[in-house]
Structure formats: C-alpha cells, structure tokens
C-alpha cells in the first residue's frame, strides 16, 4: 500500500539558515512524489516533483529534493531560508489513476 | 504553468441552504478533476474524484448526497454542498491534471480553494 510520513509537524529556522523537511514514503510501484506548498487560505503551489529521472530534483525559490530509494525518502531542502518561505509544506505521492496521498503536512516558520 | 481557478473564494451562508463551488481549468482540458476538503492545521482529505461524462466517485465516508459533484465539462466541476450544517464549514480544494502536461507525470494542479462558513 502507498503511504507518505512527514516525520516533522512544525519546523522553525531563522533566517538565512538551511531548510530540511522530511518526507519518507512506502509505495509497491515506482512512485511520483511532490513537494507542494500552501500559504494560508491559499490552495497548493507545486514547488518540485520526481517522476524517475534524476535524483535530485530541483524546484522553484531555491528548492530541492533528492529521491533515496534505498531510504525510501524524498526530504525537501533549501541552503538559505526567507521569511516568504513561512508556509505549510505537503509531500506528495501519486499513484495509478491520478490519485495523490497527502503527507500531515510540516508546518515551516522562519524568524528574523 | 496550467491554471485551476475556483469560485467562489470565501462564501457564508445559513444553515440548510445550498451552496455551490465552482472549479475551472483555466488553459487546459481535465478529464478528471479531485475535490478536497481540509481542516484547519490538518492535511487534505479526498472527497470524490468528478470525471467529465460520468458520475463521480465518492471517497468512503463522504456522503454523495450531501456533496453533489457534476462534471459537464473537460473544463468545468462543480460541488454543491447541500442542506449545510455548521460541520460543513471548512476550506474545500479542487485539482485537476492537465491532459497533455500532467498525464505522465500525476501532477495536479490546484484551485486557490474556497472557505465555507455554515452559520
């Protein structure tokens, strides 16, 4: 069965240092994973996705993740954060027929 | 990148009447759109899946008679929420998947989401 843990409800960094939120995932096909991002009352912005091609993915705002297969994770990184960064972060997995399953959702909050 | 637009974006309304949200792919075709429904500080919940021409499939648990789903057009989904109770207040969440983009890759594309406050 598909499933996807973010191991972290709620992060807080200041700014200017590294991002890490964690994502582990168990999936029985090669699985798509996502990282998306909601700013409150606002709907989800894709922010990077992994579809078997390269490892580590790269996505928007300075965003990356890479795939380990070996550790079935997908964490989300970034080498410097904003105060914009401040927002709710979902790891995603899809599966056969366009369905997605939704991590807990890590909330990230960054102090000056 | 492709647009999902949803309407209305905030809606109150008494208790027992009905209230409908629309969901539109904006610059592209859906076959399939998904609505979702989240608790504040919890994740997204999958409703029912609305697949254009046909009926929608229910999630388990989520009653088909409450949450009307119509799907008349490759670009248009609608959720009537029907009689609603104050429980039926939450933020409800449409996506679609572009037909060409997002077929191969199972990424979808999000409304902004509509905030429901049943009084």
């Given at each position: 069965a598909q499933?996807?843990?973010?191991?972290?409800?709620?992060?807080?960094?200041?700014e200017g240092t590294p991002v890490l939120l964690r994502c582990n995932y168990s999936s029985s096909y090669s699985p798509?994973?996502?990282?998306?991002?909601?700013?409150p009352n606002k709907g989800l912005q894709l922010l990077l996705k992994y579809t078997s091609a390269a490892t580590l993915v790269k996505?928007?705002?300075?965003?990356?993740?890479?795939?380990?297969?070996s550790e079935t994770s997908f964490h989300l990184t970034k080498p410097s954060a904003h105060m914009s960064d401040a927002a709710e972060y979902f790891c995603v997995v899809s599966f056969q027929g366009g369905k997605l399953i939704f991590g807990q959702g890590t909330e990230l909050s960054v102090k000056p | 990148g492709a647009v999902v637009s949803q309407h209305p974006s905030r809606v109150i309304c008494k208790s027992g009447t009905s209230v409908k949200i629309e969901c539109r792919s904006l610059d592209f075709q859906?076959?399939?759109?998904?609505?979702?429904?989240?608790?504040?500080?919890?994740?997204?919940m999958l409703m029912a899946t609305s697949n254009e021409g046909s009926k929608a499939?229910?999630?388990q648990g989520v009653e088909k008679d409450k949450?009307?789903?119509?799907?008349?057009?490759?670009t248009l989904s609608t959720l009537t929420v029907t009689s609603a109770h104050p429980e039926d207040s939450s933020f409800y969440i449409c996506s679609a998947r572009d037909l060409v983009a997002g077929a191969n890759t199972g990424e979808l594309f999000f409304g902004e989401g509509s905030r429901l406050t049943v009084l």
């Open positions: 499933s996807v843990t973010q191991l972290d409800s709620h992060v807080s960094v200041s798509s994973l996502f990282w998306y991002v909601q700013h996505g928007i705002n300075g965003f990356e993740a890479e795939f380990k297969k | 859906a076959t399939t759109m998904f609505w979702y429904r989240q608790f504040p500080k919890q994740s997204l499939t229910y999630e949450f009307l789903i119509n799907h008349a057009s490759l």
